[in-house]
Protein backbone atom coordinates (compact mmCIF):
# COMPACT_ATOMS: atom_id res chain seq x y z
CA UNK A 1 0.00 0.00 0.00
CA UNK A 2 1.64 3.34 -0.90
CA UNK A 3 0.04 7.16 -0.48
CA UNK A 4 1.69 10.03 -1.89
CA UNK A 5 1.67 13.56 0.08
CA UNK A 6 3.30 16.81 -1.22
CA UNK A 7 4.56 18.80 1.56
CA UNK A 8 2.90 21.92 2.50
CA UNK A 9 4.41 24.98 4.69
CA UNK A 10 2.06 23.77 7.83
CA UNK A 11 3.91 20.74 7.55
CA UNK A 12 7.41 22.15 8.31
CA UNK A 13 9.24 23.69 11.27
CA UNK A 14 11.50 26.46 11.81
CA UNK A 15 14.46 24.04 10.33
CA UNK A 16 12.27 24.24 7.03
CA UNK A 17 11.81 20.44 7.57
CA UNK A 18 8.60 17.99 7.83
CA UNK A 19 8.50 18.25 12.10
CA UNK A 20 9.10 14.75 13.76
CA UNK A 21 5.80 14.99 15.32
CA UNK A 22 3.93 15.37 11.78
CA UNK A 23 5.55 12.18 10.53
CA UNK A 24 3.39 10.34 13.37
CA UNK A 25 0.36 11.82 11.68
CA UNK A 26 1.50 10.62 8.30
CA UNK A 27 2.17 7.08 9.27
CA UNK A 28 -0.86 7.30 11.09
CA UNK A 29 -2.89 8.21 7.64
CA UNK A 30 -1.41 5.31 5.89
CA UNK A 31 -2.38 2.65 8.69
CA UNK A 32 -6.02 4.04 8.16
CA UNK A 33 -5.75 3.21 4.75
CA UNK A 34 -4.43 -0.09 5.41
CA UNK A 35 -6.36 -1.39 8.02
CA UNK A 36 -10.02 0.01 5.52
CA UNK A 37 -8.71 -2.61 2.65
CA UNK A 38 -7.55 -4.89 4.59
CA UNK A 39 -10.07 -4.97 7.55
CA UNK A 40 -13.15 -5.26 6.60
CA UNK A 41 -14.71 -7.20 9.15
CA UNK A 42 -17.85 -6.78 11.42
CA UNK A 43 -16.41 -6.56 14.42
CA UNK A 44 -14.27 -3.18 13.54
CA UNK A 45 -16.76 -1.99 11.42
CA UNK A 46 -19.00 -1.88 14.64
CA UNK A 47 -16.60 -0.29 16.71
CA UNK A 48 -16.00 -3.29 18.73
CA UNK A 49 -12.63 -3.33 18.45
CA UNK A 50 -9.93 -0.96 18.02
CA UNK A 51 -6.22 -0.69 17.15
CA UNK A 52 -3.98 0.87 19.70
CA UNK A 53 -0.39 1.42 18.59
CA UNK A 54 2.10 0.33 21.54
CA UNK A 55 5.47 1.10 20.17
CA UNK A 56 6.69 3.36 17.60
CA UNK A 57 10.38 2.76 16.90
CA UNK A 58 11.26 5.71 14.20
CA UNK A 59 14.28 7.04 12.89
CA UNK A 60 14.54 9.90 11.03
CA UNK A 61 16.97 9.45 8.11
CA UNK A 62 16.67 12.70 5.60
CA UNK A 63 14.37 16.07 5.49
CA UNK A 64 11.84 16.22 3.65
CA UNK A 65 10.90 19.90 2.52
CA UNK A 66 8.05 22.05 0.99
CA UNK A 67 7.29 21.10 -2.14
CA UNK A 68 8.89 17.74 -1.64
CA UNK A 69 6.72 14.72 -2.64
CA UNK A 70 6.68 11.85 -0.26
CA UNK A 71 5.62 8.67 -0.70
CA UNK A 72 4.17 6.20 2.09
CA UNK A 73 4.95 2.76 2.12
CA UNK A 74 3.37 0.39 4.90
CA UNK A 75 3.19 -3.31 5.21
CA UNK A 76 2.71 -6.44 7.95
CA UNK A 77 6.26 -7.11 9.01
CA UNK A 78 4.77 -10.06 12.05
CA UNK A 79 1.99 -10.98 13.77
CA UNK A 80 2.13 -12.77 17.38
CA UNK A 81 0.02 -14.20 19.90
CA UNK A 82 -1.34 -10.45 21.51
CA UNK A 83 0.71 -8.08 19.03
CA UNK A 84 1.37 -7.48 15.15
CA UNK A 85 4.04 -5.11 13.99
CA UNK A 86 3.74 -2.87 10.78
CA UNK A 87 6.99 -1.47 9.07
CA UNK A 88 6.30 1.78 7.66
CA UNK A 89 8.79 4.19 5.09
CA UNK A 90 8.37 7.06 3.93
CA UNK A 91 10.40 7.95 0.60
CA UNK A 92 11.22 11.63 -0.45
CA UNK A 93 10.40 11.07 -4.29
CA UNK A 94 12.05 14.60 -5.15
CA UNK A 95 15.26 13.71 -3.73
CA UNK A 96 15.32 10.15 -3.85
CA UNK A 97 16.15 9.65 -0.51
CA UNK A 98 14.31 7.48 2.52
CA UNK A 99 12.94 10.37 5.13
CA UNK A 100 12.46 7.90 7.85
CA UNK A 101 11.79 4.25 8.58
CA UNK A 102 9.20 2.43 11.25
CA UNK A 103 8.13 -0.44 13.16
CA UNK A 104 4.81 0.19 14.63
CA UNK A 105 3.73 -2.39 16.94
CA UNK A 106 0.38 -2.34 18.22
CA UNK A 107 -2.49 -4.35 19.51
CA UNK A 108 -6.56 -4.97 19.37
CA UNK A 109 -8.07 -4.19 21.91
CA UNK A 110 -12.11 -4.58 23.09
CA UNK A 111 -14.32 -1.85 24.38
CA UNK A 112 -12.65 -1.92 27.77
CA UNK A 113 -9.69 -1.51 26.35
CA UNK A 114 -7.64 -4.45 26.85
CA UNK A 115 -5.53 -6.72 24.10
CA UNK A 116 -7.63 -9.87 22.69
CA UNK A 117 -5.83 -12.81 21.89
CA UNK A 118 -4.45 -12.37 17.60
CA UNK A 119 -6.62 -15.32 16.08
CA UNK A 120 -9.00 -16.63 14.50
CA UNK A 121 -10.92 -13.98 12.07
CA UNK A 122 -9.09 -10.94 13.31
CA UNK A 123 -5.51 -13.04 12.51
CA UNK A 124 -6.78 -13.74 9.11
CA UNK A 125 -7.71 -10.16 8.53
CA UNK A 126 -4.11 -8.79 9.71
CA UNK A 127 -2.94 -11.50 7.76
CA UNK A 128 -4.35 -10.16 4.21
CA UNK A 129 -2.03 -7.21 4.85
CA UNK A 130 0.66 -7.46 2.16
CA UNK A 131 4.22 -7.39 3.33
CA UNK A 132 6.83 -4.19 2.46
CA UNK A 133 8.79 -4.98 -0.62
CA UNK B 1 -7.15 35.59 32.93
CA UNK B 2 -3.50 36.08 31.25
CA UNK B 3 -1.30 33.15 30.40
CA UNK B 4 2.33 32.79 28.68
CA UNK B 5 3.64 30.14 26.04
CA UNK B 6 7.27 30.22 25.11
CA UNK B 7 7.43 29.48 21.35
CA UNK B 8 9.52 26.15 20.35
CA UNK B 9 10.41 24.87 17.11
CA UNK B 10 7.46 23.26 16.61
CA UNK B 11 5.17 26.13 17.08
CA UNK B 12 6.63 27.68 13.80
CA UNK B 13 6.54 26.52 10.10
CA UNK B 14 9.05 27.23 7.14
CA UNK B 15 8.67 31.49 7.31
CA UNK B 16 9.78 30.82 10.97
CA UNK B 17 6.57 32.13 12.22
CA UNK B 18 4.20 30.40 14.78
CA UNK B 19 1.66 29.04 11.85
CA UNK B 20 -1.92 30.11 11.55
CA UNK B 21 -3.65 27.13 12.52
CA UNK B 22 -1.25 27.25 15.92
CA UNK B 23 -3.07 30.06 16.91
CA UNK B 24 -6.25 28.69 17.19
CA UNK B 25 -4.84 25.99 19.62
CA UNK B 26 -3.24 28.76 21.76
CA UNK B 27 -6.95 30.61 21.89
CA UNK B 28 -8.91 27.38 22.74
CA UNK B 29 -6.53 26.52 25.75
CA UNK B 30 -7.02 29.86 27.07
CA UNK B 31 -10.97 29.10 27.01
CA UNK B 32 -10.22 26.06 28.91
CA UNK B 33 -9.04 27.58 31.67
CA UNK B 34 -11.56 30.64 31.58
CA UNK B 35 -14.33 27.76 31.19
CA UNK B 36 -12.28 26.05 34.20
CA UNK B 37 -12.49 28.77 36.33
CA UNK B 38 -15.40 30.28 35.95
CA UNK B 39 -17.91 27.34 34.66
CA UNK B 40 -17.73 25.56 37.92
CA UNK B 41 -21.28 24.39 37.55
CA UNK B 42 -22.80 20.78 37.55
CA UNK B 43 -23.67 20.91 33.75
CA UNK B 44 -20.64 21.10 32.53
CA UNK B 45 -18.73 19.27 35.08
CA UNK B 46 -21.10 15.80 34.40
CA UNK B 47 -20.84 16.75 30.96
CA UNK B 48 -23.91 17.21 29.79
CA UNK B 49 -23.33 21.01 28.06
CA UNK B 50 -20.62 21.70 26.16
CA UNK B 51 -19.39 24.63 24.18
CA UNK B 52 -19.26 24.82 20.50
CA UNK B 53 -16.90 27.82 18.78
CA UNK B 54 -19.39 28.61 15.78
CA UNK B 55 -17.05 31.49 14.39
CA UNK B 56 -13.50 32.58 14.84
CA UNK B 57 -12.77 35.78 13.23
CA UNK B 58 -8.68 36.33 13.81
CA UNK B 59 -6.97 38.95 12.52
CA UNK B 60 -3.01 38.36 12.32
CA UNK B 61 -1.20 41.53 13.15
CA UNK B 62 2.73 40.68 13.64
CA UNK B 63 4.62 37.00 13.96
CA UNK B 64 5.39 35.46 16.94
CA UNK B 65 9.37 33.63 16.41
CA UNK B 66 11.10 30.93 18.52
CA UNK B 67 11.67 31.79 22.52
CA UNK B 68 9.51 34.98 21.88
CA UNK B 69 7.31 34.84 25.08
CA UNK B 70 3.36 35.58 24.36
CA UNK B 71 0.47 36.38 26.50
CA UNK B 72 -3.12 35.36 25.70
CA UNK B 73 -5.42 37.56 26.87
CA UNK B 74 -9.63 36.43 27.21
CA UNK B 75 -12.35 38.12 28.15
CA UNK B 76 -16.26 38.19 27.48
CA UNK B 77 -17.31 40.53 25.11
CA UNK B 78 -20.98 40.16 24.96
CA UNK B 79 -23.43 37.30 25.77
CA UNK B 80 -26.94 37.10 23.76
CA UNK B 81 -29.97 34.80 23.70
CA UNK B 82 -28.21 31.95 21.97
CA UNK B 83 -24.62 33.06 21.38
CA UNK B 84 -21.68 34.70 23.52
CA UNK B 85 -18.52 36.10 22.33
CA UNK B 86 -15.14 35.92 23.79
CA UNK B 87 -12.19 38.51 22.88
CA UNK B 88 -8.81 37.21 22.50
CA UNK B 89 -5.38 38.57 22.03
CA UNK B 90 -1.97 37.56 21.78
CA UNK B 91 0.70 40.18 22.59
CA UNK B 92 4.17 38.97 21.38
CA UNK B 93 6.04 40.51 25.12
CA UNK B 94 9.37 39.68 23.35
CA UNK B 95 8.64 42.61 20.58
CA UNK B 96 5.40 44.60 22.67
CA UNK B 97 3.35 44.00 19.71
CA UNK B 98 0.06 42.75 19.15
CA UNK B 99 0.32 39.07 17.13
CA UNK B 100 -3.41 38.31 16.74
CA UNK B 101 -6.88 39.54 18.03
CA UNK B 102 -9.69 37.50 17.51
CA UNK B 103 -13.40 37.24 17.74
CA UNK B 104 -15.02 33.93 18.88
CA UNK B 105 -18.65 33.16 19.04
CA UNK B 106 -19.73 30.52 21.05
CA UNK B 107 -23.10 28.63 21.89
CA UNK B 108 -23.64 26.02 25.09
CA UNK B 109 -25.08 22.65 23.16
CA UNK B 110 -26.76 20.05 25.09
CA UNK B 111 -26.62 16.49 24.30
CA UNK B 112 -28.23 16.20 21.10
CA UNK B 113 -25.85 19.25 20.14
CA UNK B 114 -28.01 21.56 19.79
CA UNK B 115 -27.94 25.12 21.11
CA UNK B 116 -29.85 26.13 24.33
CA UNK B 117 -31.14 29.60 25.35
CA UNK B 118 -28.52 31.80 27.46
CA UNK B 119 -30.01 32.32 30.53
CA UNK B 120 -30.52 31.66 34.09
CA UNK B 121 -27.62 30.10 35.95
CA UNK B 122 -25.76 29.41 32.73
CA UNK B 123 -26.20 33.07 31.70
CA UNK B 124 -25.15 34.29 34.95
CA UNK B 125 -22.18 31.59 34.93
CA UNK B 126 -20.86 33.02 31.11
CA UNK B 127 -21.34 36.76 32.97
CA UNK B 128 -18.73 36.02 35.79
CA UNK B 129 -16.25 35.92 33.21
CA UNK B 130 -14.10 39.39 33.56
CA UNK B 131 -14.20 41.52 30.19
CA UNK B 132 -10.99 41.91 28.35
CA UNK B 133 -9.49 45.36 29.19
CA UNK C 1 -10.09 24.31 -7.31
CA UNK C 2 -11.62 21.28 -5.21
CA UNK C 3 -9.84 19.07 -3.26
CA UNK C 4 -11.20 15.95 -0.92
CA UNK C 5 -9.91 14.47 2.22
CA UNK C 6 -10.91 11.45 3.88
CA UNK C 7 -11.36 12.49 7.97
CA UNK C 8 -9.06 9.95 10.01
CA UNK C 9 -9.15 9.96 13.68
CA UNK C 10 -6.13 11.94 14.15
CA UNK C 11 -8.28 14.80 12.54
CA UNK C 12 -10.53 14.36 15.77
CA UNK C 13 -10.79 15.54 18.75
CA UNK C 14 -12.88 14.35 22.30
CA UNK C 15 -16.03 15.40 20.58
CA UNK C 16 -15.28 13.52 17.72
CA UNK C 17 -15.49 16.09 15.33
CA UNK C 18 -12.66 17.75 12.92
CA UNK C 19 -10.58 20.15 15.42
CA UNK C 20 -11.37 24.26 14.74
CA UNK C 21 -7.16 24.48 14.44
CA UNK C 22 -7.54 21.32 12.04
CA UNK C 23 -9.62 22.88 9.40
CA UNK C 24 -7.26 25.79 9.10
CA UNK C 25 -4.84 23.39 8.07
CA UNK C 26 -7.07 21.98 5.81
CA UNK C 27 -8.17 25.61 3.92
CA UNK C 28 -4.36 25.77 3.76
CA UNK C 29 -3.47 23.04 1.91
CA UNK C 30 -6.18 23.77 -0.70
CA UNK C 31 -4.49 27.41 -0.53
CA UNK C 32 -1.08 25.57 -1.66
CA UNK C 33 -2.58 23.72 -4.87
CA UNK C 34 -4.74 27.19 -5.98
CA UNK C 35 -1.36 29.28 -5.77
CA UNK C 36 0.71 26.73 -7.65
CA UNK C 37 -1.79 26.23 -10.22
CA UNK C 38 -2.24 29.54 -10.86
CA UNK C 39 0.83 31.78 -9.50
CA UNK C 40 3.56 29.85 -12.00
CA UNK C 41 5.33 33.10 -11.66
CA UNK C 42 9.07 33.72 -11.03
CA UNK C 43 9.06 35.64 -8.08
CA UNK C 44 6.91 33.45 -6.47
CA UNK C 45 8.78 30.43 -7.66
CA UNK C 46 12.52 31.90 -6.55
CA UNK C 47 10.73 33.16 -3.31
CA UNK C 48 10.94 37.11 -3.43
CA UNK C 49 7.53 37.30 -2.99
CA UNK C 50 5.60 35.17 -0.29
CA UNK C 51 1.54 35.01 0.47
CA UNK C 52 0.62 35.98 4.02
CA UNK C 53 -2.84 35.64 5.66
CA UNK C 54 -3.91 38.86 7.44
CA UNK C 55 -7.67 37.55 8.52
CA UNK C 56 -9.52 34.48 8.26
CA UNK C 57 -13.64 34.67 9.07
CA UNK C 58 -14.11 31.28 9.23
CA UNK C 59 -17.73 29.92 10.67
CA UNK C 60 -18.25 26.36 12.28
CA UNK C 61 -21.80 25.14 10.88
CA UNK C 62 -21.76 21.51 10.95
CA UNK C 63 -19.32 18.59 12.30
CA UNK C 64 -16.97 16.15 10.13
CA UNK C 65 -16.36 12.69 11.79
CA UNK C 66 -14.07 10.02 11.52
CA UNK C 67 -14.42 8.42 7.55
CA UNK C 68 -16.60 11.31 6.29
CA UNK C 69 -15.46 12.79 2.96
CA UNK C 70 -14.78 16.78 3.12
CA UNK C 71 -14.75 18.21 -0.32
CA UNK C 72 -12.90 22.16 -0.30
CA UNK C 73 -14.02 25.00 -2.39
CA UNK C 74 -11.63 27.48 -3.18
CA UNK C 75 -12.40 30.49 -5.42
CA UNK C 76 -11.26 34.14 -5.38
CA UNK C 77 -13.82 36.75 -4.23
CA UNK C 78 -12.13 39.83 -4.18
CA UNK C 79 -9.09 41.90 -4.90
CA UNK C 80 -8.02 45.54 -3.69
CA UNK C 81 -4.89 47.63 -3.56
CA UNK C 82 -3.09 46.03 -1.12
CA UNK C 83 -4.93 42.54 -0.52
CA UNK C 84 -7.53 40.21 -1.56
CA UNK C 85 -9.96 37.50 -0.38
CA UNK C 86 -10.40 34.12 -1.30
CA UNK C 87 -13.39 32.26 -0.18
CA UNK C 88 -12.70 29.28 0.77
CA UNK C 89 -15.80 26.11 1.82
CA UNK C 90 -15.78 23.07 3.16
CA UNK C 91 -18.82 20.19 2.36
CA UNK C 92 -19.08 16.92 4.23
CA UNK C 93 -20.08 15.37 1.06
CA UNK C 94 -21.26 11.90 4.01
CA UNK C 95 -23.84 14.58 5.33
CA UNK C 96 -24.61 16.99 2.41
CA UNK C 97 -24.20 19.43 4.54
CA UNK C 98 -21.79 22.58 5.24
CA UNK C 99 -18.92 22.30 7.23
CA UNK C 100 -17.05 25.64 7.61
CA UNK C 101 -17.53 28.73 5.18
CA UNK C 102 -14.46 31.13 5.44
CA UNK C 103 -13.21 34.18 3.95
CA UNK C 104 -9.30 34.68 3.49
CA UNK C 105 -7.93 37.81 3.37
CA UNK C 106 -4.22 38.11 2.10
CA UNK C 107 -1.47 40.22 0.91
CA UNK C 108 1.72 39.58 -0.66
CA UNK C 109 4.87 40.67 0.98
CA UNK C 110 8.20 41.22 -0.70
CA UNK C 111 11.44 40.13 1.37
CA UNK C 112 11.37 42.18 4.30
CA UNK C 113 7.81 41.05 4.75
CA UNK C 114 6.54 44.51 3.90
CA UNK C 115 2.91 44.28 2.20
CA UNK C 116 3.19 44.96 -1.76
CA UNK C 117 0.92 46.96 -3.99
CA UNK C 118 -1.46 44.14 -6.15
CA UNK C 119 -0.74 45.62 -9.56
CA UNK C 120 0.84 44.56 -12.58
CA UNK C 121 2.01 40.55 -13.17
CA UNK C 122 0.74 39.70 -9.40
CA UNK C 123 -2.55 40.88 -9.66
CA UNK C 124 -2.96 39.35 -13.41
CA UNK C 125 -1.63 35.87 -11.84
CA UNK C 126 -4.39 36.49 -8.86
CA UNK C 127 -7.53 37.48 -11.36
CA UNK C 128 -6.65 33.82 -12.88
CA UNK C 129 -7.80 32.10 -9.67
CA UNK C 130 -11.52 31.27 -10.47
CA UNK C 131 -13.85 32.73 -8.43
CA UNK C 132 -16.39 30.26 -6.44
CA UNK C 133 -19.22 28.96 -7.60
CA UNK D 1 14.00 18.32 34.22
CA UNK D 2 10.01 18.49 34.89
CA UNK D 3 7.21 20.18 33.37
CA UNK D 4 3.39 19.70 33.62
CA UNK D 5 0.97 19.92 31.07
CA UNK D 6 -2.84 19.55 32.06
CA UNK D 7 -4.30 18.39 28.96
CA UNK D 8 -7.07 19.81 26.55
CA UNK D 9 -9.72 18.69 24.08
CA UNK D 10 -7.30 19.62 21.30
CA UNK D 11 -4.80 17.21 22.32
CA UNK D 12 -6.85 14.16 22.36
CA UNK D 13 -8.43 12.12 19.20
CA UNK D 14 -11.98 10.18 18.50
CA UNK D 15 -10.65 7.96 21.42
CA UNK D 16 -10.64 10.68 23.83
CA UNK D 17 -6.73 10.17 24.65
CA UNK D 18 -4.05 11.73 23.82
CA UNK D 19 -3.10 11.49 20.04
CA UNK D 20 0.09 9.52 19.60
CA UNK D 21 1.52 12.32 17.27
CA UNK D 22 0.78 14.97 19.99
CA UNK D 23 3.38 13.13 22.69
CA UNK D 24 6.05 13.71 20.23
CA UNK D 25 5.21 17.41 20.62
CA UNK D 26 5.27 17.27 24.71
CA UNK D 27 8.60 15.58 24.16
CA UNK D 28 9.94 18.10 22.13
CA UNK D 29 8.60 21.07 24.01
CA UNK D 30 10.72 19.12 27.33
CA UNK D 31 13.55 19.34 25.05
CA UNK D 32 13.38 23.01 24.65
CA UNK D 33 13.47 23.33 28.22
CA UNK D 34 16.14 20.92 28.87
CA UNK D 35 18.60 22.46 26.22
CA UNK D 36 17.84 26.26 27.56
CA UNK D 37 18.50 25.40 30.60
CA UNK D 38 21.82 23.57 30.35
CA UNK D 39 23.20 24.23 26.76
CA UNK D 40 23.88 28.21 27.03
CA UNK D 41 27.24 28.24 24.90
CA UNK D 42 27.96 30.73 22.36
CA UNK D 43 27.32 28.13 19.29
CA UNK D 44 23.99 27.42 19.62
CA UNK D 45 22.97 31.08 21.05
CA UNK D 46 24.19 31.76 17.37
CA UNK D 47 22.75 29.42 15.94
CA UNK D 48 25.76 27.37 14.33
CA UNK D 49 24.93 24.12 15.73
CA UNK D 50 21.62 22.68 16.00
CA UNK D 51 19.77 19.79 17.25
CA UNK D 52 18.80 17.15 15.27
CA UNK D 53 16.81 13.75 16.29
CA UNK D 54 17.52 10.74 14.75
CA UNK D 55 15.81 8.13 16.41
CA UNK D 56 12.52 8.44 18.84
CA UNK D 57 11.73 4.45 20.28
CA UNK D 58 8.83 5.45 22.31
CA UNK D 59 6.34 3.02 23.83
CA UNK D 60 2.57 3.68 24.74
CA UNK D 61 1.68 2.74 28.09
CA UNK D 62 -1.58 3.97 29.12
CA UNK D 63 -3.86 6.89 28.00
CA UNK D 64 -4.05 10.26 29.47
CA UNK D 65 -7.22 12.30 28.90
CA UNK D 66 -8.76 15.56 29.24
CA UNK D 67 -8.19 17.03 32.67
CA UNK D 68 -5.62 15.03 33.30
CA UNK D 69 -2.37 16.80 34.16
CA UNK D 70 0.60 14.86 32.80
CA UNK D 71 4.47 15.21 34.22
CA UNK D 72 6.93 15.44 31.45
CA UNK D 73 10.47 14.24 32.78
CA UNK D 74 13.71 14.15 30.78
CA UNK D 75 17.05 12.98 31.42
CA UNK D 76 20.26 12.45 29.97
CA UNK D 77 20.70 8.57 28.83
CA UNK D 78 24.29 7.96 27.15
CA UNK D 79 26.95 10.42 25.04
CA UNK D 80 28.38 8.90 22.56
CA UNK D 81 31.43 10.03 20.10
CA UNK D 82 28.27 11.14 17.28
CA UNK D 83 25.02 10.67 19.30
CA UNK D 84 23.44 10.74 22.32
CA UNK D 85 20.70 9.92 23.65
CA UNK D 86 17.51 11.40 26.16
CA UNK D 87 15.11 9.01 28.48
CA UNK D 88 11.83 10.58 28.32
CA UNK D 89 9.04 9.92 30.52
CA UNK D 90 5.36 10.89 30.88
CA UNK D 91 3.47 10.41 34.29
CA UNK D 92 -0.27 10.78 34.25
CA UNK D 93 -0.66 12.43 37.73
CA UNK D 94 -4.12 12.03 37.44
CA UNK D 95 -3.59 8.21 37.31
CA UNK D 96 -0.48 7.53 38.86
CA UNK D 97 0.37 5.63 35.57
CA UNK D 98 3.06 5.63 32.51
CA UNK D 99 1.55 7.42 29.76
CA UNK D 100 4.61 6.74 28.00
CA UNK D 101 8.52 6.26 27.88
CA UNK D 102 10.77 7.32 25.13
CA UNK D 103 14.37 6.78 24.36
CA UNK D 104 15.35 10.01 22.15
CA UNK D 105 18.37 9.65 19.80
CA UNK D 106 20.21 12.62 18.34
CA UNK D 107 22.93 14.50 17.00
CA UNK D 108 24.48 17.79 16.89
CA UNK D 109 24.60 19.09 13.34
CA UNK D 110 26.93 22.30 11.80
CA UNK D 111 24.96 24.71 9.59
CA UNK D 112 25.73 21.88 6.17
CA UNK D 113 23.77 19.80 8.71
CA UNK D 114 26.19 17.38 8.88
CA UNK D 115 26.52 15.74 12.63
CA UNK D 116 29.70 16.63 14.90
CA UNK D 117 31.87 15.01 17.03
CA UNK D 118 30.64 15.44 20.36
CA UNK D 119 33.79 16.55 22.12
CA UNK D 120 34.82 19.09 24.43
CA UNK D 121 32.33 22.18 25.38
CA UNK D 122 29.71 20.50 23.57
CA UNK D 123 30.28 16.95 25.40
CA UNK D 124 30.57 18.96 28.33
CA UNK D 125 27.12 21.09 28.23
CA UNK D 126 25.50 18.07 27.21
CA UNK D 127 27.09 16.18 30.22
CA UNK D 128 25.45 18.91 32.67
CA UNK D 129 22.36 17.71 31.62
CA UNK D 130 21.10 15.63 34.73
CA UNK D 131 20.09 12.15 34.16
CA UNK D 132 16.73 10.73 34.84
CA UNK D 133 15.35 9.52 38.37
Given amino acids: ?15 KHVNNARYLEFLEEARWQIVEEHMEITDFI ?14 YRSPAR ?24 IINT ?3 KICIQADV ?17 IKEAINRIPNVQ
Fill in 94 to 96: STG
Fill in 1 to 15: MEIKIKIRGYHTDLY
Fill in 105 to 121: TFVVADKTGKAIALKGE
Fill in 66 to 89: VNDVILIKTGLDKIGNKSAVFKQE
Fill in 46 to 59: QNKLSFFVVNINIS
